[in-house]
């Protein structure tokens, strides 16, 4: 399989949790020094996590959203070029998780913000001419639970308010020519095989997004997984992980830092137990096509996941 | 007692863990210095080591530190037990300037106020308003309506034992050209003012001027340095300029920069100050570095002209 196509998602450098303040990391001159790194380090395309939290309060050097990228680039087409000329070819999808919007009693207000926001979000995947939009369809488990603590009462309706939002954006997603993709996450209401029902209940065109990590971590092998589901695959997270969740930590608040147990549970690729160079040669048997993304979202030193990304990727066969 | 007790703004951002019990463990796994930075009770020891008592919270910490502690109080007692007091919470107004705003901009003040209690608190230093691009300049009524928000939101903290005390940014709407209009607008019984030593310079205010006129109305202060006083208005109101595209830094650690501290510090002798004195590190790439510094310029420079 050629690796040279593979993308790197900027969840590489975490703007939450990595380092004391992050300052730096809300200034532009970062992020166009980082931009000739990744492609010095043997990637050509990106990945964007959508955050709509830099539209507020005058954070806009972090390349994160639609408003930010029309404030420092003017429009899509700007940023498009100042990637260009930085040795990035290409934005291969954005993200989007509806966290920010989890944060009170009310979920007409999740439902309508996190809505408004993920179709911000799909039409900006758009403008930047990406070829998916990877939507969570959940909030944190443990963070929907603690403003809902009668969540598992309310999983139907939510569910059904979650598959009418999303059937409206996979008709949007559509038009616009770029694939909807669901995100499965550890930590979601839909973890693991619970994403199935959900899919099923949406059109053909909406598509799933394989997170090797999440899913070894929910209990799933990533390889069954996708030989059983590979003709509704629509992108893959290469990501690693070491991680056995026995306090059952995808029911905490903030998941991805287990309360019992400080541990990072997001590997740098390589570093961890899954076994990544397998899953690629899985999907090249499998004649698999469509993007794969490597992603180190929770690494400790971002230049050095990237280097020992790109070193696991000269590792396996061309 | 010193008269001037130290107290850090949490500029820390999102802290996940309340106390990493696996410290050596979690060391192991990539041998970086994320350990030291990941939970509240390494953080909190660092602020009793340096001699800073206080902390005062953000908006932005709550979200981490609720699910972490379960409530305020539990976070308050947590950090007690490392000798360290949460003396209040910043608050930001938004839209207070705007009338048709006026019962969000009071109920979101209020349930602040609420928080800082909870919290043990006593200051909110609040933001009067959102910056001046995209809603500037401001005219009088709109500057007055700012004003009636904060006398409004002022009653119900003094009802609570909380002190308001207004914090200007140099980028916000209520800027030079009414700065001063505002403080005088509101009640002086119920509105205090928190002095941003390097904000209100880079705004265009004279340090020391402005401390000797409003002394009496100074509830607490954030003290930091800069070398970037009196900014154009092309830079103030332009679209996001609190973090500069290439990294230019507007604030730092008291002593780095080009203010008077030292002048500040012999007016706050003259005028006796009592209170707390919260010192920010915004814009620094190294926190407990910077608190290690400010603690020496401290000690060396300012506490020996006033304490």
Not at chain 2, 60 to 79: K, R
Not at chain 2, 100 to 117: L, M, N
Not at chain 2, 249 to 277: A, I, S, V
Request: aromatic content about 12%; proline content about 5%.
């Amino acid at each position: 399989m050629n690796t040279d196509r593979f993308a790197i998602s900027l969840d590489l450098i975490n703007r939450h949790y990595q380092e004391p303040n992050r300052n730096r990391f809300e200034s532009k001159y970062f992020w166009e020094e980082l931009y000739p790194l990744i492609r010095a380090s043997g990637f050509r395309s990106i990945e964007i996590p959508y955050e709509p939290v830099w539209q507020f309060g005058g954070r806009s050097g972090v390349p994160m959203n639609r408003y930010c990228i029309n404030t420092k680039y003017a429009s899509a087409a700007g940023y498009r070029a100042a990637l260009a000329e930085r040795g990035i070819e290409q934005v291969t999808g954005v993200t989007f998780d509806p966290n920010l919007f989890m944060r009170n009693e009310s979920l007409d207000f999740f439902f309508g913000a996190g809505g408004h926001f993920a179709g911000e979000a799909l039409a900006h995947a758009a403008d930047l001419g990406a070829d998916y939009f990877a939507i969570s369809p959940s909030p944190y488990y443990g963070r929907a639970a603690h403003y809902h603590p009668d969540l598992e009462d309310k999983r139907e309706s939510f569910t059904q308010r979650m598959t009418d939002l999303l059937a409206g954006l996979a008709e949007k997603a559509v038009a616009a020519g770029v694939v909807l993709v669901l995100r499965n996450e550890y930590w979601s209401l839909y973890r693991g095989e619970a994403i199935l029902p959900l899919l099923e209940a949406l059109p053909d065109s909406v598509r799933l997004d394989v997170d090797t990590a999440s899913l070894t971590i929910a209990g799933i092998d990533p390889a069954a997984f996708i030989e059983a589901h590979q003709h509704r695959i629509g992108v893959v997270h290469l990501t690693d992980t070491a991680f056995v969740d026995t306090h059952e930590t995808w029911k905490t608040a903030n998941p991805e830092f287990p309360e019992h147990r400080a541990t990072q549970v997001f590997r740098d690729p390589g570093t961890g137990s899954v076994d990544l160079a397998g899953i690629v040669s899985l999907l090249d048997r499998l004649g698999y096509q469509g993007p794969i993304v490597m992603s180190a979202r929770q690494t400790r030193d971002p230049f050095r996941a990237l280097l020992r990304t790109r070193a696991l990727l000269d590792q396996l066969p061309h | 007692m010193p008269n001037i007790r130290y107290a850090n703004m949490c500029h820390w951002k999102s802290i996940p863990y309340r106390r990493i019990e696996n410290f050596r463990e979690f060391y192991y796994e990539d041998k970086t210095n994320t350990a030291y930075y990941s939970d509240w009770d390494t953080i909190l020891k660092y602020q009793a080591a340096l001699g800073f008592d206080g902390i005062e919270i953000a908006p932005w910490d709550l979200a981490d530190i609720l699910p972490l502690f379960g409530s305020p109080e539990n976070f308050t007692a947590f950090a007690k037990d490392r000798g360290v007091s949460v003396i209040g919470m910043f608050h930001g107004a938004h839209a207070s300037h705007d009338s048709g705003h006026f019962d969000e901009a009071v109920r979101a003040g209020r349930e602040a106020v609420d928080t800082i209690v909870r919290f043990g608190g006593s200051y909110m230093n609040t933001c009067p308003t959102q910056n001046h691009y995209g809603c500037g300049p401001l005219s009088r009524e709109e500057v007055q309506q700012c004003a009636k928000v904060m006398n409004e939101i002022g009653r119900y903290a003094t009802d609570h034992g909380v002190k308001i005390g207004l914090h200007n940014e140099f980028f916000c709407a209520i800027n030079l050209p009414n700065h001063r209009e505002l403080i005088e607008s509101t009640d002086p019984k119920l509105v205090h003012y928190c002095i941003d030593t390097a904000q209100i310079s880079i705004m265009g205010e004279d340090l020391l001027t402005f401390y000797r006129d409003y002394h009496d109305r100074i509830s607490t202060f954030h003290l930091k340095d800069t070398a970037s006083a009196k900014q154009p208005d092309s830079v103030r109101y332009a679209q996001d300029p609190e973090i500069t595209d290439d990294g230019t830094r507007w604030f730092w650690e008291p002593g780095m920069g080009e203010l008077d501290l030292k002048g500040l510090y012999r007016l706050l002798k003259e005028h006796e100050f009592k209170g707390w004195m919260s010192i920010e590190y915004d814009g620094s790439p190294d926190l407990l570095a910077s608190m290690a510094l400010t603690r020496y310029y401290l000690d060396t420079e300012l506490r020996p002209i006033y304490d």
